[in-house]
């Protein structure tokens, strides 16, 4: 069974910055894609960034230059630095875990608001 505990959110000023962890377990995890995902209110959940088991790095386009992606394999978990965060970046963060057995485990998201 895959769990995954994402923590690090929180309320931050307008041009600060937060770093979200999320912790796995039940799964090799240096194997997996891992991933941070972000749902407004009323709105869908998007994509933020990936990490591929080998490092490779995507992120949406708006957010390219402010947040960074990175992943400790020893410590079975993913990061996201998010720096100069703006309103709009107010959010549930979610963090996906992509196996090689082709299945996705989410975890139960973290709050992060950015007030202006």
């Known amino acids: 069974q895959v769990q995954l505990v994402e923590s690090g959110g929180g309320l931050v000023q307008a041009g600060g910055s937060l770093r979200l962890s999320c912790a796995a377990s039940?799964?090799?995890?240096?194997?997996?894609?891992m991933g941070w995902y972000r749902q407004a209110p009323g709105k869908q959940r998007d994509l933020v960034a990936t990490i591929t088991s080998r490092g490779s790095t995507n992120y949406a386009d708006s957010l390219k230059g402010r947040f960074t992606i990175s992943r400790d394999n020893a410590k079975n978990t993913v990061y996201l630095q998010m720096n100069s965060l703006k309103p709009e970046d107010t959010a549930v963060y979610y963090c996906?875990?992509?196996?090689?057995?082709?299945?996705?485990?989410w975890g139960q998201g973290t709050q992060v608001t950015v007030a202006s």
């Open positions: 996906k875990c992509s196996t090689v057995a082709l299945r996705d485990y």
């Open positions: 039940g799964t090799i995890f240096s194997l997996n894609t």
